[in-house]
């Protein structure tokens, strides 16, 4: 499939990162792409991230699962490759991510759909689809957890976030910590 101005694949990436720019509580998270000089960056929640990188790893289970025959995948990353550096230019903000599986090919696809707006029609949106190998994407899934937990400390009373200066705890009745 060729790709048009609502469709976008990277057939396959030649590489595939997450990394968030910013102080922690400032940050702001992207999922890059790259297929030779080719570059697609969009803008990402952190909560989408997680969620992916925790079905990457129930995703890939089930592929081994469903065909045995196919060689283990591999999730060793090197840091180094794996940040990105500002400036950085998204294409749009993701609305919603998936995963799919092409056994022929043996690749992972991660399909990001344009966030729209209220009123605008889903067809009018744009999708880029990143063609990956298993060990990207697990590579992949690995690194973003890792990204995820430098930002903010947690609270261990409520799973909330926290300030350097304290944050307002519900289930310590309000009071700071």
């Known amino acids: 499939m060729s790709d048009s101005e609502l469709e976008i694949n990277l057939d396959p990436v030649s590489h595939i990162t997450v990394d968030a720019i ?3 509580g400032e940050r702001v998270f992207y999922i ?3 297929q030779g000089d080719r570059a697609v960056t969009l803008l990402v929640e952190k909560v989408q991230v997680q969620t992916l990188a925790l079905g990457i790893e129930q995703f890939l289970a089930e592929i081994a699962e469903r065909y045995p025959e196919k060689p283990e995948a591999s999730g060793e ?9 500002p400036p950085v230019d998204p294409l749009f903000r993701t609305g919603e991510l998936g995963l799919g599986y092409d056994s022929e090919k043996d690749r992972v696809i991660i399909i990001a759909r344009e966030v729209m707006m209220e009123g605008e029609s ?5 999708v ?3 063609w990956c190998t298993r060990s990207q994407v697990l590579a992949l899934g690995r690194w973003t957890l890792e ?4 930002g903010r400390p947690i609270c261990p009373y409520c799973g909330q976030p926290m300030e350097p200066e304290g944050h307002f705890c519900p289930k310590k009745n309000g009071h700071k910590h």
């Open 32 to 34: 890059h792409g790259l």
């Open 128 to 130: 880029v689809n990143y």
């Open 122 to 126: 889903p067809e009018s949106g744009r």
């Open 77 to 85: 990353f090197d840091e180094l490759l794996m940040h990105i550096h």
């Open 147 to 150: 990204v995820a937990k430098r």
């Open 22 to 24: 910013g102080k922690p």
